[in-house]
């Protein structure tokens, strides 16, 4: 089992629906969560960062983290063209130091 | 631009050759971070820094590998003898060492061994 699961997509959504990006993570004790865009040939870029259960807000994105679970997924409104890109998951886990572990990254394909 | 810088920013070398990549990070960040990330796949990590040690380094990074930060600033990531399988994006990052710790990636340096 992976550490960090995420479906590869391609997810395609239409211009102004809702984009929902879900990640898995099989570490109980992670404490940090993150999401990153990335565009093909850039480097990752920080979108959000979650620490505790329950949602957190800022702008069009919401990421939502369930430790039950054991999942932390990425809500995105009124999707633009400009999000097109691949989204990692990206996790802390409790028993590395400060390393975070990836997963392979969900490709969003948002449709005029 | 997260201010993280790294150079070059592409590298093609032929097999057997060794190459160096330098990273630079956010000026306060404590840590320094480098990761490897081939195509369609999420980045993994290699090893990280706190100021000039280096505190951690994934078995991914075998003995042709090798990094330094000397004086806790700059890092250089080497690689010697050069493989074919090595031709991947490496990803340096830096976070300021405390509190949240979010760690923010430079542009990359893209090796392609031939």
């Known amino acids: ?6 479906n590869s997509g391609p997810l395609s959504v239409p211009e102004g629906a809702i984009a929902s990006l879900n990640c898995t993570y099989s570490d109980r004790g992670s404490q940090s969560f993150f999401w990153y865009r990335q565009y093909s040939g850039k480097s990752p870029e920080l979108i959000m960062s979650i620490y505790s259960n329950g949602d957190k807000e800022d702008g069009r994105f919401t990421a939502q983290l369930n430790k039950a679970s054991q999942y932390v ?3 995105i409104r009124d ?3 400009s999000d097109s890109a691949t989204y990692l998951c990206a996790v802390n886990p409790a028993q590395g130091a400060q390393k975070l572990v990836f997963g392979q990254g969900t490709r969003l394909t948002i449709n005029p | 631009d997260t201010g993280v810088s790294q150079d070059p920013r592409h590298k093609i070398t032929k097999r057997g050759q060794n190459v160096t990549f330098r990273c630079d990070p956010i000026s306060e960040h404590n840590r320094l971070y480098w990761y490897r990330q081939t195509l369609g796949q999420g980045p993994e990590f290699l090893t990280y820094f706190q100021n000039e040690a280096q505190l951690e380094k994934s078995r991914l990074l075998s ?7 000397p004086k806790g600033s700059f890092s250089t990531l080497e690689i010697q003898r050069t493989e074919q399988g090595d031709s991947a994006m490496y990803l340096c990052a830096s976070s300021v060492g405390t509190g949240a710790d979010t760690q923010y990636f ?3 340096t893209r090796l392609t061994v031939l």
Do not use: M, N
């Not at chain 1, 089992?1 to 995420?6: D, N, S």
């Not at chain 2, 003995?63 to 930060?69: C, L, M, T, Y």
């Open chain 1, 73 to 75: 997924s990425l809500l």
């Open chain 1, 79 to 81: 999707s633009q063209p």
């Open chain 1, 1 to 6: 089992q992976k550490e960090v699961e995420q």
């Open chain 2, 106 to 108: 430079g542009p990359g």
């Open chain 2, 63 to 69: 003995d042709r590998f090798s990094a330094e930060r």
